[in-house]
């Protein structure tokens, strides 16, 4: 069982830079690849980025290519999502995805029987 728990969303303004982070527990979370999500109100959940369980791989959304980057440290089970140059349209909740040795594009394409989910944390992009 992993416990995924979200950190770092807060209000900033266009242009501006922040990170968010993902702290697991609970597992052996150096065989769960993990992906970030966000959900804007009204608006569907969508994939935003992610990172293979054994940090050599990457995908990512066409909307974030560029300004974002996805990172892993399995020593002391985090991931995190550094978001440079943010948009207004970034703002959303963001939520962290786990799920045992799957690929980059399995994640992020499909949804898993197990998968491992946090509750999200709030960033709020001003113009």
């Known amino acids: 069982q992993v416990q995924l728990v979200e950190s770092g969303g807060k209000l900033v303004q266009a242009g501006d830079s922040l990170r968010v982070s993902c702290q697991a527990s609970g597992g052996a979370f150096s065989k769960y690849t993990a992906a970030w999500f966000r959900q804007a109100p009204g608006k569907k959940r969508e994939f935003v980025a992610a990172?293979?369980?054994?940090?050599?791989?990457?995908y990512y959304t066409d909307s974030v290519k560029g300004r974002f980057t996805i990172s892993r440290n399995n020593a002391n089970n985090t991931v995190s999502l550094q978001m440079n140059s943010v948009k207004p349209e970034d703002t959303a909740v963001y939520l962290c995805?786990?799920?045992?040795?799957?690929?980059?594009?399995?994640?992020?394409?499909?949804?898993?029987?197990?998968?491992?989910w946090g509750q999200g944390t709030q960033v709020t992009v001003s113009s």
């Open positions: 990172i293979a369980w054994n940090g050599r791989s990457t």
């Open positions: 995805r786990a799920r045992y040795l799957a690929t980059v594009q399995e994640i992020a394409l499909y949804e898993g029987r197990f998968d491992y």
